[in-house]
Nanobody, 121 residues
């Protein structure tokens, strides 16, 4: 498994932008599918976005489609989440997750500690 560390969260006004980063340890980052999830107080964890091991394929949850962009730099062992047109309902703790590209289905065995994103109205 990889160890993950998120950064880049903070307080932003509605309509603003933030970029989250997730740095991964280990030499096999390029063999992992990477994802972002979020959890708001009192709500269940929500899928935000994911990206294939090569970066060729990206997927998004309906609530962020068209506003958020996931990307990765395998040379830097880092995955990013560019968040634009932020809304107060985007307020949550954002988590980075990883799973081997093959054989794990919908299970995500590796998680970061999370970074808080707060969007003020």
């Amino acid at each position: 498994q990889v160890q993950l560390a998120e950064s880049g969260g903070g307080l932003v006004q509605a309509g603003g932008s933030l970029r989250l980063s997730c740095a991964a340890s280990g030499r096999t980052f390029s063999s992992y599918t990477m994802g972002w999830f979020r959890q708001a107080p009192g709500k269940e964890r929500e899928y935000v976005a994911s990206i294939s091991s090569s970066g060729e394929r990206t997927y998004y949850g309906d609530s962020v489609k068209g506003r958020f962009t996931i990307s990765r730099d395998n040379a830097k062992n880092t995955v990013y989440l560019q968040m634009n047109s932020l809304k107060p309902e985007d307020t949550a703790v954002y988590y980075c997750a990883a799973k081997p590209a093959v054989g794990y289905g919908s299970s995500w065995p590796s998680w970061g500690q999370g970074t808080q994103v707060t969007v003020s109205s």
